[in-house]
């Protein structure tokens, strides 16, 4: 099959290579999976740890084992029938001396072939920019880098050519300057290769300088080698001498060398204000490529393409597909490339067409546009939505007032999130944000309708329509909108319309018009339309990393009403959604995007699954934590720090109450199974890990500390905190209360994520597993999350796994979810379209705890399964010690089935057979040994 069953998400690494992942390969095929899901694999900066920073995507990392190292790790996934799916970063690459590309726009400026394949804008307000690259990569101020002798003018004598050393960078010398440079030793040995670079006589760059061409390039630096062989290096360092730092005369030389180049280098403090290329989000190594024209397309895909026509992967995944200035034609484009070339394929591969998905962020209410021609997301929408329906409603009002007792704040989400995008766009995003106003500006001044309106008045306006921005980015061209677009904007512009200024609506209403498409010239003038495209392009391309930026990298870390809602994907806003919600969700998905992939965990969420699943247990408890957390607070007041008058944290005492609050869910919600407060090595383990944890958070929220400036006494004060609340010994009070909170979520939290695991692998939609969360996950953020799994006792679990589950005995170790997922899996092997292409029917619960039980049938012609989970366990578990709802709980509540369900079903965990020919099947009996039934039979009738 080309749409997968099932994948399993590899992260690849230099510590992780295709030689480690053939060891798992067998596991993994034991387990059900039908396809590996690889994190990207061309070369990237060496030393990766995710290889989304490619640096070349004309071959396979050399760090993962290279082409040889890969085609072994294939020929290993064939070997037992399985698949891959490849993660790819079409929007950007890494840039440094590492990346040849790069490095060749920095040398020959505007006249290198690449200089169109990055997104730079080469004639920036800046005039110092005119004609060149701002490469902010110093430590410090640009002069005082100079002063320091950091920057030095070197020769690499493989190459033949100059450039300027700092630390790791190597910044090239333009060619036209190697004659001034090799001048400066004033020997005549040297005199033909001076010939050779000065030989041409024409059109001169910015800097004045004559352009000369590749060729003669390439000639003079043959001779220079040539000397360099016969001669020595004795020309070469009288010449690099003229330009040293250890005389003034060298310090001045050098710099005006540094101007004329096709670079300005300066403090990377700069990058935020002044930089003149689209970066991925706000980092600075990591350039936007323009892959929407064709030769770029081309040439960053030809190795992609030639490994599907060899057959050595099966689809892709497509990375931060919003970053793109045409998502949806690229998305075609690809689409249709990769049909072009099916037919090449090995005859023994399936002829089906490639599997593809994208990264992609939906709203609430934001639905995955129908004419990409992809396969669906990579899940996140589904692990937000499989999150929400397992928070109890009833928790949202304490929970919220909670939150703003202890805290003193007055902000829901939406508000930290508008402060958080206003905050980015004055300092981190400012750079992007001045450039798409620019253009605006411009597009402003072709017209004598809108002439009048300033930059100023622009930036202002403009601002709040960001501000007040709903969704990641809309698709809107020169040629309009559809109407989902047209829904996008006019939410912002009815929000932004109460935060701008009364005198200014008029030019509100006038940005919406053109950014939703609406051209501002009737007669399609050539130069108006491509300021116009330009315009709208530079705003959908900076509304996703503002999206990003402010929510799951911001405000995420400052509003913390119930943690297990701040992830990847999600609204923390929307506290929960009904289980009639949950089923419209899954019945849509099966509608419009049946393959879409379905993840409770990934590489990038901030809590692993059974960690949200914990802390979600909260939801159910809300007065007991309410009451917990005061008691806590008041129990640990000693261990706080007074902070000192005029900390630039603006904060009295550390940690701050919202910051407390925070972390006493992450203790409850990330603390290891079996950890005792006499293990005072894992107590120190486990506090570093949630340090780290900290750490980010404090920086990420941007408020107290960042990471540009970090507060060090303020995290300083936080670690001593945390620290001291989980040391052992008489005196602390707090750990035995941790504890006890910890032994009354775990079971329940246990409990909530076998239900989701069970349901990520029976909803319409291909289950991923995210690496390690086969048993119990309880990772925080990366680079946690991307911790050494131990595959070898998994294996060695999946060897002695039963044929049947007895109950949840022994669930601490998490075998019990691992055998869970190998016979879900397995069912999906065995009913490969019963789960493709079957019906999605809820199913009627009745009883005293109707509340507590979620389930629906998949139905193909006579096939049927029913899927039966625990909702909301906790009222009724009470104080169990094992994941399960007991029996009596259940009081008379029974799954309801129409007639023509109403057939002997058989579960698939337990093997226990049940005659639904009344209607009806009390949970009790249902669910007496497991939270979770899996339910196998004929169904009557199709119909």
């Known amino acids: 099959m080309s749409i997968p069953r099932a994948t399993a998400r590899l992260q690849l690494h230099k510590e992780f290579t295709f030689e480690h992942a053939l060891e798992v390969i067998p596991y993994l095929a034991s387990l059900g999976i039908s396809h590996v899901y690889a994190s990207p694999i061309l070369t990237a900066r060496s030393g990766s740890t995710h290889g989304y920073d490619i640096v070349d995507p004309t071959r396979i990392n050399p760090e993962l084992g290279g082409e040889a190292g890969f085609r072994r790790m294939v020929e290993a996934l064939r070997g037992v029938g399985l698949g891959l799916i490849l993660d790819i970063v079409p929007n950007h690459m890494g840039v440094g001396p590492e990346n040849p590309w790069w490095q060749h726009v920095l040398e020959w400026g505007q006249n290198s072939p690449y200089a169109r394949w990055f997104d730079i804008n080469w004639r920036p307000s800046d005039d110092t920019l005119h004609g060149k690259v701002m490469a902010p990569f110093l430590g410090q101020p640009y002069g005082d880098v100079l002063a320091a002798g950091e920057i030095q003018l070197q020769f690499d004598e493989q190459r033949g050519k100059f450039y300027a050393g700092y630390y790791s960078h190597r910044f090239p010398i333009s060619p036209a300057d190697t004659a001034a440079i090799l001048k400066a030793a004033k020997s005549e040995r040297l005199a033909a290769a001076i010939a050779a670079f000065e030989r041409e006589e024409g059109e001169r760059d910015e800097q004045g300088r004559t352009i000369i061409s590749q060729q003669t390039a390439d000639h003079g630096t043959g001779l220079l080698l040539r000397q360099v062989r016969e001669h020595g290096r004795a020309d070469i360092d009288a010449a690099l001498a003229a330009f040293a730092s250890d005389t003034p005369q060298g310090i001045d030389a050098l710099h005006r060398l540094l101007e004329r180049q096709h670079y300005r280098l300066a403090w990377w403090r700069c990058a935020a204000d002044n930089i003149n290329w689209r970066r991925f989000f706000e980092v600075t190594d990591l350039a936007g490529v323009r892959v929407e024209q064709d030769d770029v397309f081309e040439a960053t895909h030809a190795l992609i393409f030639r490994l599907y026509t060899e057959g050595l992967i099966d689809g892709v995944r497509i990375d931060h597909v919003d970053g793109l200035a045409d998502p949806g034609g690229y998305c075609r484009k690809l ?109 402003a001044r072709t017209d004598l309708r809108t002439r009048d309106f300033s930059l100023g008045a622009i930036r202002r306006v403009f601002a709040e329509l960001l501000v007040h921005f709903p969704v990641y980015r809309t698709y809107a061209s020169v040629d309009g909108r559809d109407e989902a677009d047209e829904r996008i904007i006019e939410q912002a512009l009815e929000h932004a319309r109460g935060s701008v200024e009364r005198t200014e609506v008029a030019l509100l209403d006038v940005l919406a018009r053109w950014l939703g498409g609406a051209t501002p010239d009737a007669d399609g003038h050539p130069r108006v339309r491509a300021l116009h495209q330009q315009a709208i392009t530079r705003f959908q391309q900076l509304t996703p990393p503002l999206s990003a930026k402010s929510v799951e990298d ?27 919600e949950f089923h419209e969700s899954n019945a849509a998905r099966l509608q419009r995007f049946p393959d879409s992939m379905l993840a409770t965990a990934t590489h990038d969420h901030k809590r692993g699954e059974d960690v949200r699943m914990r802390i979600a247990a909260l939801s159910e408890l809300t007065d007991d934590w309410a009451r917990t957390a005061k008691e806590w607070m008041t129990l640990n007041a000693g261990l706080r720090t007074e902070m000192a008058p005029g900390d630039a944290s603006g904060h009295d005492i550390a940690p701050h109450p919202a910051d407390e609050l925070m972390l006493y869910q992450m203790l409850v919600g990330a603390w290891p199974i079996g950890l005792g407060a006499d293990d005072a090595d894992g107590l120190h383990q486990f506090a570093q890990r949630i340090e780290a944890w900290q750490t980010k958070a404090l920086r990420e929220a941007k408020q107290v500390s960042d990471w540009i400036m970090p507060n060090e006494s303020y995290e300083n004060a936080c670690k001593a905190f945390l620290h001291g609340i989980l040391a052992p010994g008489p005196d602390n009070r707090f750990l035995p209360g941790l504890l006890q909170w910890v032994g009354r979520l775990t079971a329940v939290g246990a409990a909530k994520s076998l239900g989701q695991t069970l349901l990520r692998l029976t909803c319409p939609g291909v289950p991923d597993l995210y690496q390690g969360t086969d048993f119990w ?117 029974a799954l309801v089935l129409p007639e023509n369900l109403r057939t002997r079903l058989t579960d698939g965990l337990t093997g226990a057979a049940l005659d639904a020919g009344s209607g009806r099947i009390a949970l009790r009996e249902l669910l007496a040994r497991l939270p979770v039934a899996l339910l196998q039979g004929e169904a009557l009738s199709a119909a």
């Open 335 to 443: 689409r249709r490339r990769l049909q072009a070339l099916t037919s090449q394929r090995p005859p023994e591969l399936p002829p089906a067409p490639a599997y593809l998905i994208v990264e992609k962020i939906l709203a609430p209410e934001e639905q995955l546009r129908a004419g990409w021609e992809i396969d669906g997301t990579s899940g996140y929408d589904f692990m937000d939505r499989v999150g929400a329906v397992m928070h109890d409603p009833a928790g949202e009002a304490p929970l919220t007032w909670l939150w703003h007792e202890l805290t003193g704040s007055n902000l829901d989400f939406a508000g930290e999130v508008r402060q958080a995008r206003r905050q980015l766009l004055a300092i981190n995003l400012a750079g992007e944000f001045e450039a798409a106003s620019r253009a605006l500006h411009a597009l």
């Open 777 to 893: 996950d309880f990772s925080l953020v990366d680079p946690d999350n991307r911790r050494p799994v131990d595959y070898a006792a998994r294996a060695a679990a999946l060897r002695d796994l039963p044929p049947a589950l007895a109950g949840v005995d022994g669930w601490r170790d998490g075998r019990l979810k691992q055998a869970l997922l190998r016979h879900g899996l397995g069912l999906r092997a065995r009913e490969p379209e019963l789960f493709q292409e079957g019906e999605y029917l809820p199913l009627e619960i009745e009883g005293a705890q109707a509340a507590h039980a979620l389930a629906f049938a998949r139905r193909r012609g006579q096939r049927l399964l029913v899927v039966v989970v625990s909702h909301l366990p906790g009222a009724l578990m009470g104080e169990a010690q094992a994941p399960a709802v007991p029996p009596d709980a259940w009081q008379d509540t």
């Open 554 to 580: 911001t405000a995420f870390y400052r509003y913390g009403r119930l943690l297990s809602r701040n992830e990847v994907g999600s609204d923390p806003g929307q506290f929960c959604i009904s289980v009639r």
